[in-house]
């Protein structure tokens, strides 16, 4: 079966499209946000396209695209659109993908269905991004938690950010799920800079091994 992983986080803006690009890059596998809420600037798909290193055709459109930068179900309020949760299927794709989802597991996608309910739906392994600041306990362990009630396979944490070794100890302790590694913030950010700390901080052998 092709290997199919989604990524999502315990928050919003905390680094996971930037995370996603990495790891299309390094499975040279494909791309798909289904859901894009913002199009003011660049969308998360043109930042993937730009930082993945991949061949064209390999980031897939989006089934939404929303044009406030807000929660899917509210920007698709705003467009005058109703997100149709049965239209986001799982391409059947020759290699690879890597999904990524919305902001956090609770976002609603309308006033019905959050987009944890999809990757229950789903069943895919998933990886959590989350960042290494303050606050980042709580929130990812809550995040846990509601991969665990609902059985989604949760391959590991990929954190984001400065080293905070007793806090990422922390959360790996009490929860029991390993750290896939860690993801420095880049500066310059570029396809060469993303894919050198992709390289030197996760063990890719450990994420594609699956759950």
Same mark, same amino acid.
């Given at each position: ?38 199009? @003011? ?13 991949? *061949?064209?055709?390999?980031?897939? *459109? ?5 044009? %406030?930068?807000?929660?899917? &179900?509210? =920007? ?12 986001? =299927? ?5 290699? *690879?993908?890597?999904? %990524? ?18 990757? $229950? ?6 990886? +959590? ?9 709580? &929130?990812? +362990? ?11 396979? +949760?391959?590991?944490? $990929?954190?984001?950010? @400065?080293?905070?070794? @007793? ?16 993801? *420095?913030?880049?500066?310059? +950010?570029?396809? %060469?800079?993303?894919? %050198? $700390? ?14």
């Amino acid at each position: 079966m092709t290997k199919r992983i989604v990524v999502t986080g315990t928050d919003t803006g905390i680094g996971k499209t930037v995370f996603s690009a990495g790891l299309a890059g390094l499975l040279d596998g494909f791309y798909w946000k289904p859901v894009q809420s913002g199009l @003011d600037g660049e969308t998360d798909s043109e930042v993937v396209e730009r930082l993945a290193g991949l *061949p064209m055709g390999r980031v897939l *459109p989006e089934v939404y695209r929303l044009k %406030e930068p807000l929660s899917p &179900h509210r =920007s698709a309020e705003l467009d005058g659109v109703a997100i149709d949760v049965a239209k986001l =299927s799982l391409p059947d794709l020759p290699g *690879p993908i890597v999904i %990524e989802g919305a902001g956090g597991l609770m976002v609603p996608l309308n006033r019905r269905t959050k987009f944890v309910d999809i990757f $229950a739906q789903w069943r895919m392994p998933v990886i +959590l991004c989350a960042r290494t600041t303050l606050g980042t306990i709580n &929130h990812t +362990l809550l995040s846990i938690e509601a991969l665990r009630a609902r059985s989604i396979p +949760l391959i590991g944490i $990929a954190f984001i950010g @400065d080293e905070v070794a @007793d806090t990422q100890r922390t959360i790996v302790e009490f929860s029991g799920v390993r750290q896939l590694g860690r993801l *420095p913030l880049l500066d310059p +950010l570029t396809s %060469e800079t993303l894919r %050198e $700390a992709m390289v030197a901080g996760f063990d890719l052998t450990a994420i594609a091994g699956g759950e």
